[in-house]
């Protein structure tokens, strides 16, 4: 079975700290992929980054930094230099290679204060 | 289409009644994909279309449940006799292929049940 563990419920943060969201997972499979989501106030799921288990070089995108270590499990984000638009809940999420759908983490919600 | 686009935005019923839920995946996107969201528990994976077949309905919660596609493209999902427990945030999304090109989420139909 997979699994998806963001243990932070919900961080917050003062503008331009940097956070780090945790993401730990569990699955059987050699191969599979990982994937970061933002869902804003407004709701909608908005894609981030989707990783390969076999390629384990860490990924920066402006401000966003990605921290995939297979020894240990976990996939962790960083957002540098937070701003109030970051916040947001952030879903951390698992697939099979070869599967069919996502495994969701339960999400953290960011809060960033001026 | 742009994006993925889901209908009604909101729906309110009485329970005991039925519902459809609509989706309208991004053009040339073979693959959709149903997913609920409730408070508190996530994303809860419903069911996925390959075209117009279903090789996934495992996370269909009960019989109530039903969705279909037509012309590998638009997509129903229907909810029979409607329960206070299906309130939900009801989202759709769609890929190139599999889950593993990662997915595109509309906005979501928000259903409450009354």
């Known amino acids: 079975a997979q699994k998806v563990t963001q243990a932070q419920t919900e961080i917050s943060v003062v503008e331009k700290e940097d956070v780090t969201l945790d993401c730990v997972y569990e699955t059987r499979d050699t191969t599979y992929y990982l994937f970061w989501y933002k869902q804003p106030p407004s709701g909608e799921l908005v894609f981030l980054i989707r990783r390969n288990s076999f390629d384990e070089q860490n990924e920066i995108s402006g401000r966003y930094s990605w921290n995939f270590q297979k020894s240990t499990s976990s996939f962790n984000f960083t957002i540098t230099a937070s701003q109030v638009v970051d916040s947001a809940v952030y879903f951390c999420?698992?697939?099979?290679?070869?599967?069919?759908?996502?495994?969701f983490g339960a999400g953290t919600i960011l809060r960033v204060k001026s | 289409g742009a994006g993925v686009s889901q209908s009604p935005s909101n729906k309110v019923t009485e329970k005991g009644k039925d519902v459809e839920l609509r989706c309208d995946p991004i053009?040339?996107?073979?693959?959709l994909y149903w997913y609920r969201q409730s408070l508190g528990q996530g994303l809860e994976f419903l069911i996925y279309f390959q075209g117009n077949s279903a090789p996934d309905k495992s996370g269909l919660p009960s019989d109530r449940f039903s969705a279909e596609r037509t012309g590998g493209s638009v997509s129903t999902l229907t909810i029979q006799r409607t329960q206070q427990e299906d309130s939900a945030v009801y989202l759709c999304?769609?890929?190139?292929?599999?889950?593993?090109?990662?997915?595109?989420f509309g906005s979501g139909t928000r259903l409450t049940v009354v």
């Open positions: 053009s040339g996107h073979t693959a």
């Open positions: 999304a769609s890929s190139l292929a599999r889950v593993s090109y990662g997915y595109t």
């Open positions: 999420a698992l697939s099979p290679v070869n599967g069919n759908k996502l495994v």
